[in-house]
T-cell receptor, first 110, second 114 residues
Framework: RKEVEQDPGPFNVPEGATVAFNCTYS??????FFWYRQDCRKEPKLLMS???SGNEDGRFTAQLNRASQYISLLIRDSKLSDSATYLC???????????FGAGTRLAVHP | NAGVTQTPKFRILKIGQSMTLQCTQD?????MYWYRQDPGMGLKLIYY???????DKGEVPNGYNVSRSTTEDFPLRLELAAPSQTSVYFC?????????????FGPGTRLTVL
């Protein structure tokens, strides 16, 4: 079983739609969680951290469910510029050793 | 403030050739990392460094070597290139190793071994 699993997609949605991605992780001792965004042929960039209480940043909401070992990302009012691959990332201790999921691809169309 | 820079952007190698991928950061970060990203796969950690003179293996170190003589530079060396090393290589850095610490990535090097 992969340490971090994501549905690869693609999720094809129209502008203005709400879309949600889930990610599951296998290590119950994982300490912190992130969503990174990666545009086509570019480097990953931090989108947001995921806190235990859930957190929101504009149109983006991240949730953590430790009991079921999954995190989610909700994007409201999708924009064309949201088209990218979203990487679920888990920190399980050590020297900032991040475990990356393979990513979920989102394509927003007019 | 350029962040993390990598050279070259693209490279084609023949089997058995050697090369060094360069990585430099100007954020005075202690922690630096090398990852590879294969199609449909998550980033895999090759090597990391917690400061000048200190390096350690990550998940997939075979076929690679690193050095860290300065805070700014963290080159990755491929000694005998193999087709399995065809990948996109990302260098990253972070200020600390705290659990909420963001990693900053360079633009990547696309390597093809034929």
């Amino acid at each position: 079983r992969k340490e971090v699993e994501q549905d690869p997609g693609p999720f094809n949605v129209p502008e203005g739609a709400t879309v949600a991605f889930n990610c599951t992780y296998s290590n119950s001792a994982s300490q912190s969680f992130f969503w990174y965004r990666q545009d086509c042929r570019k480097e990953p960039k931090l989108l947001m951290s995921v806190y235990s209480s859930g957190n929101e940043d504009g149109r983006f909401t991240a949730q953590l469910n430790r009991a079921s070992q999954y995190i989610s990302l909700l994007i409201r009012d999708s924009k064309l510029s949201d088209s990218a691959t979203y990487l679920c990332v888990v920190f399980s201790g050590g020297y900032n050793k991040l475990i990356f999921g393979a990513g979920t691809r989102l394509a927003v169309h007019p | 403030n350029a962040g993390v820079t990598q050279t070259p952007k693209f490279r084609i190698l023949k089997i058995g050739q050697s090369m060094t991928l360069q990585c430099t950061q100007d954020m005075n970060h202690n922690y630096m990392y090398w990852y590879r990203q294969d199609p449909g796969m998550g980033l895999k950690l090759i090597y990391y460094s917690v400061g000048a003179g200190i390096t350690d293996k990550g998940e997939v170190p075979n076929g690679y070597n690193v050095s860290r003589s300065t805070t700014e530079d963290f080159p990755l060396r491929l000694e005998l290139a193999a087709p399995s090393q065809t990948s996109v290589y990302f260098c990253a850095s972070s200020r600390t190793s705290g659990s909420y610490n963001e990693q900053f990535f360079g633009p990547g090097t696309r390597l093809t071994v034929l």
